[in-house]
């Protein structure tokens, strides 16, 4: 731990990186993937637990906290560590991404987002500096600057004309942050899926000097190969002494590659959400647990696995819990699935340190062919 916000890589094969984080509340091992924990809570997890399967930061939603409990009552609660007891660092989202895709009768223009609270239907303005106040009344450890994600597919004009603005607000962020030595403020890339948007944006936001850059404007329902392809364009574009962080990315595979095409951290709802739909990921591929075929299965999901969840349940019981809304089958399924991705980010770490990513990414992808045997 380090008074200040620090970034070391540790070593490189490829473009994959191995680094590490370090802040005044905990290291970071990078790559990291960070569980989500939207409304200051990791969905169906107890937070010792999520720290134990090896997570080093969690997510947390500044949409979500600001309109229930609110950012003023979780401040004078002490913040948000203090409120859901997680003393290591905390990652919150600007909340622009959740205005868009969650509430109702929103605007948008220079000032910053107007809209209405999907919980109570009151009115709420965000601007850049309101949405760094409300992440610093959470005292959240990384805050990410306010910005404009545009869904995929989007009109060119469409897609400069959020970038820019988007730039602007960093700018913007980046003065109401000031100068908090053991917190770190980080810029998000746009450009949508235009090549020469996305350097501009990386290159002008590199010019800001900031602790840390996120790729943001994907994952938003484009293939693939489209978001590797701007991960080409924008990872050059950034410092390479900084951590860089795909926003909502991804499956397995998707976090395999990225890291491939030099992506550091990684945050998704992907474990624990369809987890309580009943899909189990596990090193041979995915299993969805509704199926009937499982009802007599008396196999746990992996025996050879160090998880409780994967090692000592059987399918049966865990078809049995999903398909009667159980919750335990929602906590197995989040338990399973966070062991999976913080196994996936070791062992990643590792053949990063070895110099064998290329093999493990292979081996991989091999193994989750093989299904559920
Ligand atoms: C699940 N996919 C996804 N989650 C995201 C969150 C984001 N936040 C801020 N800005 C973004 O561009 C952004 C993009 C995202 N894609």
Redesign the pocket.
Known sequence: MTETFQFKLLATDGKARRGEVSMPRGTIRTPAFMPVGTVGTVKAMYLDQVRELGADIILGNTYHLMLRPGAERVARLGGLHNFIRWDRPILT??G??QVMSLSSLRKLNEQGVTFKSHVDGALYHMSPERSIEIQGLLDSDIQ?QL?E?VALPAEPNEIERAMEMSLRWAERCKAAFGDQPGKAMFG?V?GGDIPKLRERSALALRDLDLKGY?V?????GEPQEVMLDMLDVTCPALPAEKPRYL???GTPDDILKSVAHGIDMFD?VMPTRSGRHGLAFTRYGRINLRNARHAEDTRPLDEQSTCPATRDYSRAYLHHLIRSNESLGGMLLSWNNLAYYQELMAGIRKAIEEGRYADFMAETQENWKRGDL
């Not at 943001?216 to 938003?220: K, T």
């Open positions: 989202d600007s622009g991404f990410m910005d994600c998000i746009q996120a943001g404007g994907l994952a938003v926003m909502g990315v998704c």
